[in-house]
């Protein structure tokens, strides 16, 4: 069986970056495992991605990107979105305590919350998310099982700027992975998952100076 390949769209990174300037003020929110916090907070610590996490943001009480952000020595704020009357009323709090920790660039990472545009425009073009499919294609819940229902021989992540419909805005960078015939969610998840955590710390840099 010949080895598939993967590909990475993307303009290229320039050799310079990370190396400049101040670094980027990460604020991230998520609300499940946190592998994407985890894959971003090392490509820090390699010196792959010239930034600091200043908060981590989750709204599930219990939530293990809690117990990994902790590990990795990083400030976690729980925003119990149980505990707001609105969408707008939790996005005030969240813009209110990115805004306390010195937070630029907001970056939602399994953040499974639609936001409003209390949160959009306080950060203008400067709130990111990632999703487990090639958008425009199965925006939404359930991604990865929509992409095998409809039977694509290539699926993947996207990087994209923030608009206020679901997993919509303009895209940053794309990872196409390949479909294998015996593929459950699981599978092709797992095989989306490892290239999410390349390109996210990658779209951020790029995001940044573009
Ligand atoms: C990721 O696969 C991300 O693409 C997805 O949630 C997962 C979080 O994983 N986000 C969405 O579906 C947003 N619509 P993680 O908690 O291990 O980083």
Not at 2 to 29: D, K, R, S, Y
Not at 115 to 129: M, W
């Amino acid at each position: 069986m010949p080895e598939t390949a993967t590909a990475i769209i993307a303009p290229p990174l320039p050799t310079v970056w990370p190396q400049f300037g101040q670094p980027l003020q990460l604020g991230v929110m998520a609300s499940g495992n946190g592998s994407n916090l985890e894959a971003i907070a090392q490509a820090i610590h390699r010196g792959d991605l010239h930034a600091e996490i200043r908060a981590v943001i989750y709204n599930n009480p219990g939530a293990k990107v809690a117990d990994r952000a902790r590990r990795l020595g990083l400030p976690t704020v729980l925003l119990n979105h149980r505990q707001y009357p609105s969408r707008e009323a939790l996005d005030k709090e969240i813009v209110e305590t990115l805004r306390r920790h010195g937070v630029e660039w907001v970056i939602m990472a399994g953040w499974m919350r639609c936001v409003t545009s209390v949160l959009i425009d306080a950060f203008p073009r400067q709130v990111l998310n990632i999703h487990p499919s090639l958008l425009p294609s199965f925006p939404g819940l359930r991604a990865v099982d929509q992409a095998l229902a409809a039977g694509v021989k290539l699926a993947g992540c996207t990087v994209h700027h923030v608009e206020l419909a679901v997993d919509s805005g303009p895209v940053i960078m794309q990872a196409a992975v390949p479909v294998e015939p015996d593929d459950s969610t699981e599978t092709l998840q797992a095989r989306i998952q490892q290239q999410e955590h390349v390109i996210y710390p990658a779209a951020i840099a790029l995001a940044a100076i573009a």
